[in-house]
């Protein structure tokens, strides 16, 4: 699913929904994350928003199956930094 598509069903009534980019999805995301944009990750999205991005980790979060802390600190520190442990898989 695209995050735009995403956002917009589940948060009809935030205004800054619609100015997200279009064609990113969650994997893309991830491998953004992963690859330590940090605080690219606005460019990547489109928004400077830290609640838009808050919901999306949580997003992120719930379909790899870990916490928001593991997709909060690859957002702080890419892949660089050895996580703890993950729980579930990869489906998104």
């Known amino acids: 699913m695209e995050i735009k598509t995403f956002y917009l069903e589940t948060y009809p009534s ?3 929904g619609v100015e997200l980019n279009w064609d990113i999805t969650f994997t893309g995301l991830l491998h953004q994350l992963y690859n ?5 990750v ?10 838009v991005r808050e919901r999306l980790f949580e997003r992120l979060a719930k ?6 802390d593991y ?3 690859l957002w702080l520190y ?6 703890t442990k993950v729980i ?4 998104v």
């Not at 379909?63 to 928001?68: A, F, H, N, Q």
């Not at 579930?88 to 489906?91: C, L, P, R, T, Y």
């Open 42 to 51: 606005y460019e990547y999205i489109g928004v400077h928003d830290s609640l």
């Open 71 to 73: 997709v909060y600190n």
């Open 14 to 16: 935030d205004e800054v």
């Open 78 to 83: 890419g892949g660089k930094r050895p996580q």
């Open 63 to 68: 379909l790899i199956g870990v916490d928001y």
């Open 88 to 91: 579930g898989k990869a489906n």
């Open 36 to 40: 330590g944009i940090g605080p690219d």
